[in-house]
């Protein structure tokens, strides 16, 4: 009788397997949307604030793939249900701060978004940290990080010095 209730329970394991196995084959017809919004050259960061190569090269590797419309797909990226969470960051992060549309935020915007970035780094939540498990070029060391921050401490005083001069009122 044992042996008749073990096979029995086999013989649902693999219905069950099977099943899953189907399913896990039907869902991949299903996809997230990855069309890249439309984004003008002149608005991009690059092209706004002309960062050093060094700076752009850490970006591309730490950050571009989820703030700007230029992300990388790697093969992984399209296995569903991975490919929606995947998705889901790239929305979320460029809706939060996109580099491709940087040239239409206000300065004032521009800013706040450089004070988040130092911010962020520092507390260690950008990159995320499932990112940074898979890349390693977004593993920055400690003297890359100070650079880049040192970089955007630095951009964001000039910022707040001319939206200053811009608010003071015009000399008699
Ligand atoms: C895997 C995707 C991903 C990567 C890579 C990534 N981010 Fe983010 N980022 C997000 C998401 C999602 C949010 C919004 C949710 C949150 O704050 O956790 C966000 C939020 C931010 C914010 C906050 C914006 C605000 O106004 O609150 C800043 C700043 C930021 N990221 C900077 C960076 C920088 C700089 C890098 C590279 C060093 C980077 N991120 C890498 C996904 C990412």
């Not at 800013?111 to 890349?135: A, G």
């Amino acid at each position: 009788m044992t042996l008749g209730k073990s096979s029995a329970l086999k013989t649902w394991l693999k219905r069950i397997g099977m099943a899953l196995g189907i399913l896990f084959i039907v869902a991949q017809f299903f996809q997230p949307d990855r069309r890249s919004p439309e984004s003008n050259a002149a608005d991009h960061f690059y092209t706004v604030e002309s960062p050093p190569a060094q700076l752009q090269e850490k970006m591309n590797g730490a950050c571009m793939d989820c703030h700007s419309n230029d992300a990388n797909y790697p093969w992984y990226s399209y296995i569903t249900p991975l490919s929606f969470w995947i998705q889901d960051h790239i929305n979320h992060g460029r809706k939060e701060l996109n580099f491709s549309n940087w040239g239409q935020y206000s300065a004032k915007r521009q800013e706040h978004k450089l004070k988040e970035w130092v911010e962020e780094v520092e507390e260690d939540k950008m990159p995320l940290e499932s990112y940074r498990i898979i890349h390693g070029e977004a593993r920055l060391t400690e003297q890359e990080i100070s650079e880049m921050l040192e970089w955007v401490k630095t951009r964001r005083e000039e910022i707040l010095v001319r939206m200053a001069e811009q608010a003071a009122p015009e000399p008699p």
